[in-house]
């Protein structure tokens, strides 16, 4: 049986290891070093650099697990653990010199994340939760807000950039949280919108054409952190990010059934 507690402790020390790296190629990055995977998706050395570590350090912290990464570093496959791990979420942001931009890191134990970090570079902003053990933020204990109506929360949201199917009806949607909330934001990491979730700085959390790597350990944090997750079925198992939503407890039920009547196929 493994320490979950001691397991977040270096899984964080990783984390940080890898965000100054990031930091420094910051300064002065240019552009025209990116490479494009699909429309609007973008990849740079940094992204696969801070990768790169991160499955190095996992890789000796657990010797037995698998790997679900994002840039594809590590194919390993784990009978029993699995990380799971995006060494950049918020490339896009990273690209322009715009902040935020995370490092998310969850272990799996076969299909339920048991521990999750997710690091916010610039703010250095340590979002970590284990299984039964809590959320929280740089050694603090966090917990979701306590707003009870959706009339009073703001919301985070993130555009889909190349999967337009479905945009007339999430603008719909989005149309009538402007209208119906204090607002929306938009930050570009959705790692971070469900940090943000966890610690009460929004209450809702939505959007779909997410990988499991982009939610895997925000969905615990915010669990840990008394929140909800689920797809817009309300289904709350296996959940990889096709469809997705978190809030606080209070309001869960309404934003569901808000989000669900919009984007229902």
């Not at 209208?179 to 779909?208: K, M, P, W």
Request: charged share 25%; net charge negative.
């Amino acid at each position: 049986m493994i320490d979950l507690k001691e397991i977040c402790v270096e899984i964080e020390k990783a984390a940080i290891e890898a965000s100054k790296f990031i930091l420094t190629e910051s300064q002065g990055f240019d552009i025209n070093k990116t490479e494009k995977k699909g429309l609007n998706d973008f990849v740079s050395y940094v992204d696969k650099g801070s990768e790169k570590m991160l499955v190095e350090k996992l890789s000796h912290l657990l010797p037995e697990a698998g790997f679900i990464t994002e840039e594809g570093t590590s194919k390993k496959i784990g009978l029993k653990y699995c990380w799971v791990i995006d060494p950049l979420d918020g490339t896009t942001n990273f690209l322009h010199g715009f902040h935020p931009y995370s490092i998310s890191i969850g272990l799996m134990e076969y299909d339920e994340v048991i521990a999750g970090v997710v690091y916010e570079v610039s703010g250095k902003e340590s979002f970590v939760a284990w299984k039964g053990g809590g959320a929280w933020l740089n050694g603090s204990r966090i917990h979701v807000s306590k707003v009870e109506h959706l009339s009073d929360s703001l919301i985070a949201t993130g555009f889909p950039y190349n999967d337009f199917v479905r945009i007339d009806a999430y603008m719909k949607c989005l149309t009538y949280l402007c209208q119906n909330t204090h607002g929306i934001r938009r930050l570009g990491s959705a790692a971070i919108d469900l940090a943000y979730v966890a610690c009460g700085r929004f209450e809702v959390f939505y959007e779909y054409g997410l990988k499991h790597w982009d939610i895997a350990a925000g969905m615990l944090i915010v669990r840990e952190a008394g929140g909800k997750v689920s797809d817009f079925s309300g289904n709350e198992k296996n959940l990889k990010g096709e469809e997705f939503i978190a809030g606080n407890s209070n309001i869960f039920s309404e934003i569901l059934g808000i989000v669900s009547n919009f984007m229902k196929n």
